[in-house]
């Protein structure tokens, strides 16, 4: 009916619960059984000092475990804190910087006797042959097709289409942007005309007209859309051919366009800018 295994597993525990008595018994009548206790004390003890390291050694594993536990839920809290405060921080340095980029708006705005409205970039065309910006105000803040986009730095573009809270802006580097300029130390005129790479050709200068790489081209007012003297950028390139009437002029906008955050709308009423009292 039992198994050998099971009969030693059940003399053993026997064998292990006897002894355990007669340790008792050994204990509070120490004469009674005082060679019978010396030898049980002998077998028991082996296993009493395993039991015993095991209980132990469980027991630190516990605490180890609970320890690692623990220390690992507050590295969690301090990652979650620093992710707090480095969000917190970069909040700060985008405010700061914005704050910086609003000064310069308003300085631009009160140097100058032409009424604008400040706009914010929500949206760019991803497309790399046409280069327009989605700005968020409309007709309903007095925004015209045709009226102008600057920043401090200089000239954007124009606004080409828009509807009652926002604006489509073509920017200067587009292929379809035109705009009337002169240099400004020799006065030499041409047309801006935007290209690929971020940058702009300044086309129709003679080339008995002195350009030279370095001078500072602006608008020249006469197109009726840009107010004069507003910068557009200066020129990197002069290529004077042999033959023709006119010299390659290659222009690097003032404005970076892949920063543009914030523009200014220059107001206009019946295609002329409206100055401030």
Not at 158 to 184: C, G, W
Request: charged share 25%; glycine share 8%; net charge positive.
């Amino acid at each position: 009916m039992f198994s050998k295994r099971m009969v030693f597993t059940i003399a053993g525990v026997f064998f292990f619960i006897c002894c355990i008595i007669l340790i008792s018994i050994s204990s509070r009548h120490p004469d009674a059984t005082k060679g019978a206790g010396s030898i049980t004390i002998a077998f028991i003890s082996p296993f009493q000092e395993a039991v015993t390291g095991s209980i132990n050694f469980v027991r630190e594993i516990w605490k180890y475990y609970f320890a690692l536990a623990s220390a690992a839920k507050e590295n969690e809290n301090l990652k979650k804190s620093l992710e707090i405060a480095v969000a917190k921080n970069n909040q700060c340095v985008e405010i700061e910087l914005s704050n910086q980029r609003l000064k310069k708006f308003l300085s631009f705005q009160n140097s100058r006797t032409i009424e604008t409205v400040s706009a914010e970039v929500i949206g760019k065309d991803p497309s790399p042959w046409f280069k327009t910006i989605i700005i968020n105000k409309g007709k309903v803040d007095g925004i015209q097709k045709g009226s102008p986009i600057v920043v401090p730095k200089g000239i954007a573009g124009q606004v080409m289409a828009v509807s009652a809270h926002y604006a489509k802006v073509l920017m200067i580097i587009d292929r379809n942007s035109a705009v009337d300029a002169l240099v400004q130390r020799s006065r030499a005129r041409g047309i801006i005309r935007g290209r690929s790479a971020e940058k702009c050709s300044l086309h129709y200068v003679l080339r008995k007209k002195d350009v030279r790489v370095g001078d500072v081209v602006v608008s020249s007012g006469i197109d009726g859309v840009y107010p004069k003297g507003l910068r557009i950028g200066y020129v990197s390139g002069v290529i004077r051919r042999n033959s023709g009437m006119f010299q390659a002029v290659d222009i690097t906008p003032s404005v970076d366009f892949e920063k543009l955050e914030e523009v200014l709308v220059i107001i206009h009423s019946h295609g002329k800018p409206i100055e401030k009292p």
